[in-house]
């Protein structure tokens, strides 16, 4: 099983100021053969109580069970639902587990270094932690869950919640380099369009480390607890 315990902040100088960036929680990977408990992700996200009951739309119960409620949801889906989710790609969701150990087990060293970090590792990590959450996981995960979850369930409501505006924005600045560090590292600026149309302009946008560790934070819990359960 996959928890996501405690929480990690790099900084680094670039320039002439102090860059830290808090780039979401560290990550120890947990693997049990018996009863799968979401208590320890459960807590984590309880952090986020505020903004996934104003944002995401989801119940104060649910938001403080949320790891535990997408689990559940995922896990009585119909096997059908199921296979169809696992072969909407050419990835096995084997491969995709493996993918997101990689990624736990490079966070987990970068924690376990302690101390300022360079520059170059905030920067790589910065960027690494981006992909994940918001390209990977959002082609792999996000897309599927939202056509398979039912409306009004939690899962259907955080899986839409990560595949719409502001963060769909985001997603596409991600994949399309579009994107940079304010000027005193306190947010990420990035360029998207409001719609599909190439066309259109770019228009800016502002992220702060608050809101991106929220969304990231989301991102991870809702995928770990679907892989898990598929």
């Known amino acids: 099983m996959l ?105 987990d060293s970068m924690h376990m270094s302690g101390g300022d970090k360079a520059p170059q590792v905030v920067r790589a990590q910065v960027i690494i932690q981006n992909y994940i959450c918001f390209v990977y996981l959002s082609d792999a995960c996000f897309n599927e869950l939202k056509k398979a979850s039912k409306a009004g369930t939690t899962l259907r409501k955080c899986a839409k919640y990560l595949t719409d505006n502001p963060i769909r924005a985001f997603r596409n600045a991600i994949a399309h380099s579009n994107w940079t560090y304010s000027k005193d590292s306190s947010s990420l600026v990035y360029w998207a369009r409001k719609g599909a149309d190439r066309n259109e302009p770019l228009v800016e946008h502002t992220v702060s480390n608050e809101t991106l560790a929220f969304w990231q934070a989301l991102s991870r819990c809702t995928a770990y607890a679907a892989f898990e359960n598929l």
């Not at 903004?51 to 409620?69: E, G, Q, W």
Request: glycine residues 2%; neutral net charge; aromatic residues 10%.
């Open 3 to 107: 928890l996501l315990l405690g929480a990690d902040e790099a900084s680094c100088h670039i320039g002439p100021c102090m860059v830290r960036f808090n780039y979401g929680a560290t990550y120890s990977l947990l693997i049990s053969e018996c009863t799968m408990s979401w208590s320890k992700l459960d807590n984590q996200m309880k952090n986020y109580h505020s903004d996934l009951t104003s944002l995401v739309k989801v119940s104060p119960l649910m938001a403080d069970r949320l790891a535990t409620t997408i689990a559940s949801e995922v896990r009585f889906f119909q096997p059908d639902t199921k296979r169809a989710i696992r072969e909407a790609t050419p990835i096995k969701l084997s491969a995709r587990l493996d993918e997101l150990k990689s990624f736990q087990y490079f966070m």
